[in-house]
Each structure stands twice: as structure tokens, then as C-alpha cells.
């Protein structure tokens, strides 16, 4: 398809040149505007060779871990689109676009994982049984039981444990017991699809100021419609009572969105009086790209939500001046290295995609024009997963994971993981381990799966990995085994 050519000529009127743009975008985009279904594709066009599951027929099995054009993307997009003729592959370059493609090399990861995942044993541990995983041997033990969609965990300086839940409550778990009252006066919050009361965070200076922070999905009515943003709130809790509630962010109310999902919806402090806290595109993929907008976007503002004059796009006309990175899908991790100051984050790619980031300022993150993901219905997004001016994430997970909260462990009680990255992971219930070397991952370890959709991980102050599960709806904590 690239030898098609707009046509070009200052001369042609501008509805010849539209149609000639027109022309060759419809011949570019495979003779089709209709976006087309990878996973259709395959089954009528490549699964008669290498079966429905990848498992060989007439061509070889895509299973056996040896690719003899290549094992990375590029090579087995590349393996797609020219073939291999001479020895019965076709070429499909004229019959697939780019981006189908990339979707299609999507397709093929997502088949391998699912035969692999059905002869890779991963741990599914009940309660207080040893798992002996590569460092450590370790069990979980339940600590609460019987929450509401646990959402975000933070320790206050003297050992209580805040829970989000997130329809709506803030709960404390105080010396391993869950106080039956939830902290009253929290502010409202719109409670639909994936909103509702998300993240909690401890001021650094806490121990002087008593500040706790929540992010949450702030609803309101325009035109008699629901409408919402994530928006960021600090308070006290006095007596189990929410008190002295300050608004810390709070969008613009034109910006805010009927959609109720990708809200994003972390918190973190540096050790220089900011807070960063992510808004997902709120469905609105476009969205990520401007400037203009909140959502898609990591932001910093002081922990009173002044905005910081260092900030990268302060000054700029109409920019959202708290904006520190853009082009972000559905951050659902953000957390600080203690060591580095290095701020790292976990988006939701589409359908694969999910990426682990690390921010910078000012950075393009590239959602939607460039991802590792297609669309939920097997159609592609782009053909680009790469892009000058546009971050490339650290590592990626094709297929997802839904990876969502995480943090750093520099605790006692497991010393082969100090410094090691834990990660949760939602549709593939899994809690990871990531080693990394600097800023590049060198190893990563599932400790464990299949017991719940894992929402988020935070060290506790007695070194132990405290981790919320959603569907059992519980708090567990993972106890060293000698
Ligand atoms: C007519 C049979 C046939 C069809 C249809 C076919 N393939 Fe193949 N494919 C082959 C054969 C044979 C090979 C091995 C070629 C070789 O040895 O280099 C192959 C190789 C490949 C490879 C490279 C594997 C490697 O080891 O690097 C990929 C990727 C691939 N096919 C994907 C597809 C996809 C995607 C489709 C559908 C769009 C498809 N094939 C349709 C026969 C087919």
C-alpha cells in the first residue's frame, strides 16, 4: 500500500485534492472504512495453516518458542507482511494495513500467552500456606475481610492502616482489626463504573500537620446530566470523623465528562512539598494529546494545590498549568523510588499495551497515537508503537495484565527483594515482582495468581507487602518463612 500516492498539485481545486486524500485513504486503510476484526481475519485467513490456537497444521506451530524470522514485534510483523514464500507462507502487506498488522502481532501474543498460561503453574496459595517463590519463601495471612472493593492502602506514621473502598467509604484497620465504622464526613463522590473514592496518601509531614489525602471521582450535574472529573481533597480525621476538608484539585467544570471510567487516580509526595496524581483520559483517547484537557495526564501541583511556576506548560495559553506529563491512557500506579526520586507509573494499554513508565517532565507519552495495544474488539489503533518526541515505556505487557498499583519494597522483613518493584495486576490477578537494574527491568517473577483482581501493594511499617484484593474484597499481607 505505500506506493499509493496523494495526489499533489497547487494547481487542483480543493475538492479534487479531498478526494484524492480521500482515495488514498480508503486504499491505505485496505479498501475498507470499515475497521476490521484481527481475531476474524485470523480465523478466516491464517488459522487453516497454523490452527485456531496457534498450534501448527500445515505450517508450523507458533507455540514451540522459536521463531525462525525473528521473536520480537517487529520481526513477526515483518514475518506477516512479506512472508516467506517459497516456503508457503503468503505475503500479506497487500491484504492487511499496517496497523492490522500490529494487531494481528497483538492477536498472536495473546494466543501464546493463553497456551502458556494453561501449562505454567503459578501459584494460587489459600491462607497461611508456604509459597516458595525465587528469593523468599513466604504465606499470606487475611488481615480484613469483608470490604467493599478495596481501591488504595496507606499507613499512618503510628501503624493504622486507611482503606479506600471504592464505593464511597474510608475505613481504618487499627492493630489488625478492621473498626467497624467507616471515617464519616468523607466527601461525596460519584460512585459509577470505575469511579468512586480511590486513592489515599499520608503527608510526608503528617506527624506535624495531620494531612491525608484522597482521590476521588467528583460528580456534578450540568444541564441535567451526570457529570464527572477526578478530583484531589485533604482533610483530618478527628475521632474516626473526616474534618477540615481542603479542595486540592478541582477541574474546570467544562472539562468534566459523562463517561464513568479511566479516572486514573493516584497520589504521590516528593520530598520537595509537590504531589503528583494521575487522571485517565476518561475514555476520551483524543483527550490525552491536548493540553487544554486534565485528563490523560500526570500532574503536579504543591501539596496545597498552588501550582508549582517550574511547571512545565505554566505560562503556556490555555495549557492546564498542573500538567507534568501527557499522552498517559489509565494511570493506575504512580509511586516515587525512595532512593532515586525516580516517579514511576502503570497504565492500562487497551487491549495489550500496558505499560510501565517512568515520567519526566513535560514528556509525551504518546496515547492514542502511538501504543503497544489494540482496540477491545480485535480492530487496531495505530500502526505506530513508536514515534520521535513520544516516550517509550519501560517495559510493556502484550496481552494486558490491567496492571494497576504498585510500589517500592525497602522493608525488613524480606531482604532479597529490597528495592525490587511490586506490582499488581487485575484481569490477570497476579502480584509481580520486578527487578530492575537502574531504570531497566531485568527479571520479573509472579509470586502469586488467580486469588482475587490485585489493586494495589504498599509495604507496611513492619516490613511486611500489604496487598488489596477485589472480588474476595479483602486486605491480605505477605509474612517471610524461614
Ligand atoms: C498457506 C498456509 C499459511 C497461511 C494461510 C498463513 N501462514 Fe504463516 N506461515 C506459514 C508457513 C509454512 C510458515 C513458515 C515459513 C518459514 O519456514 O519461514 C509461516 C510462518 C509464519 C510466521 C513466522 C514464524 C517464525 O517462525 O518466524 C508468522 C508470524 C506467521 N506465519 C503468521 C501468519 C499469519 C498472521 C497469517 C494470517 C494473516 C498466516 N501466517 C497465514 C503458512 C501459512
Not at 63 to 76: E, H, K, R
Not at 310 to 324: E, K, L, Y
Not at 407 to 436: C, H, K, M
Request: charged content about 20%.
Amino acid at each position: 500500500m505505500n506506493d499509493v500516492q496523494t495526489p499533489r498539485s497547487t494547481h487542483t481545486p480543493a475538492l479534487a485534492r479531498w478526494l484524492g486524500f480521500a482515495l488514498a485513504l480508503f486504499l491505505a486503510t485496505g479498501c475498507s472504512s470499515e475497521a476490521r476484526d484481527v481475531t476474524v481475519f485470523f480465523s478466516n485467513n491464517c488459522a487453516a495453516c497454523h490452527g485456531i490456537n496457534l498450534q501448527g497444521g500445515t505450517a508450523p506451530s507458533l507455540l514451540t518458542n522459536v521463531w525462525t524470522q525473528g521473536a520480537d514485534d517487529i520481526s513477526i510483523a515483518r514475518a506477516i507482511r512479506e512472508g516467506n514464500p517459497t516456503k508457503g507462507m503468503p505475503a500479506w502487506k497487500e491484504a492487511l494495513t499496517e496497523a492490522e498488522i500490529r494487531a494481528m502481532v497483538v492477536l498472536l501474543r495473546e494466543k501464546i500467552a493463553k497456551a502458556q498460561s494453561e501449562t505454567n503453574i503459578v501459584a494460587k496459595p489459600i491462607d497461611g500456606e508456604v509459597v516458595a517463590s525465587v528469593e523468599h519463601k513466604f504465606r499470606f495471612k487475611t488481615v480484613a475481610e469483608k470490604l467493599d472493593s478495596p481501591w488504595s492502602i496507606a499507613f499512618l506514621p503510628d501503624g493504622r492502616m486507611l482503606v479506600t473502598e471504592l464505593p464511597g467509604r474510608l475505613r481504618i484497620i487499627e492493630q489488625g482489626k478492621l473498626l467497624t465504622n467507616a471515617v464519616s464526613g468523607t466527601p461525596k463522590v460519584r460512585a459509577q463504573g470505575q469511579g468512586g473514592l480511590m486513592a489515599v496518601a499520608v503527608h510526608p509531614g503528617y506527624q506535624t500537620n495531620g494531612w491525608i489525602y484522597l482521590g476521588l471521582s467528583h460528580g456534578v450535574k450540568v444541564d441535567g446530566k451526570d457529570v464527572s472529573m477526578t478530583a484531589v481533597v485533604r482533610g483530618h480525621i478527628k475521632d474516626n470523623q473526616w474534618t477540615d476538608e481542603q479542595t486540592v484539585f478541582r477541574a474546570a467544570q467544562d472539562s468534566y465528562l459523562p463517561k464513568t471510567f479511566h479516572y486514573g487516580c493516584r497520589l504521590v509526595f516528593d520530598d520537595k512539598g509537590h504531589l503528583f496524581f494521575s487522571i485517565g483520559e476518561r475514555g476520551m483517547k483524543e483527550h490525552a494529546q491536548e493540553l487544554t484537557r486534565p485528563n490523560g495526564k500526570i500532574h503536579r501541583v504543591f501539596d496545597d494545590g498552588r501550582i508549582p511556576s517550574d511547571n512545565p506548560f505554566v505560562g503556556q495559553s490555555n495549557a492546564v498549568p498542573s500538567i507534568w506529563s501527557y499522552g498517559n491512557r489509565n494511570p493506575q500506579g504512580l509511586v516515587r523510588h525512595p532512593q532515586t526520586g525516580d516517579l514511576w507509573e502503570t497504565e492500562h494499554g487497551p487491549r495489550g499495551g500496558d505499560e510501565l513508565n517512568l515520567i519526566q517532565r513535560g514528556r509525551n507519552y504518546g496515547w492514542p497515537v502511538i501504543t503497544f495495544g489494540m482496540d477491545y474488539n480485535g480492530t487496531p489503533i495505530s500502526a505506530l508503537t513508536a514515534k520521535p518526541g513520544m516516550e517509550q515505556p519501560v517495559i510493556h505487557w502484550t496481552p494486558s495484565i490491567a496492571v494497576c498499583g504498585m510500589d517500592f519494597y525497602f522493608g525488613d522483613s524480606f531482604p532479597r527483594w529490597q528495592g525490587n518493584l511490586f506490582v499488581t495486576a487485575l484481569a490477570q490477578q497476579e502480584l509481580r515482582r520486578i527487578v530492575l537494574d537502574g531504570q531497566r527491568v531485568t527479571q520479573q517473577e509472579v509470586l502469586f495468581k488467580n486469588i482475587g483482581r490485585v489493586r494495589d501493594v504498599c509495604t507496611g511499617p513492619d516490613g511486611l507487602i500489604y496487598v488489596a484484593l477485589n472480588g474476595p474484597n479483602k486486605i491480605i499481607r505477605l509474612e517471610p518463612v524461614k
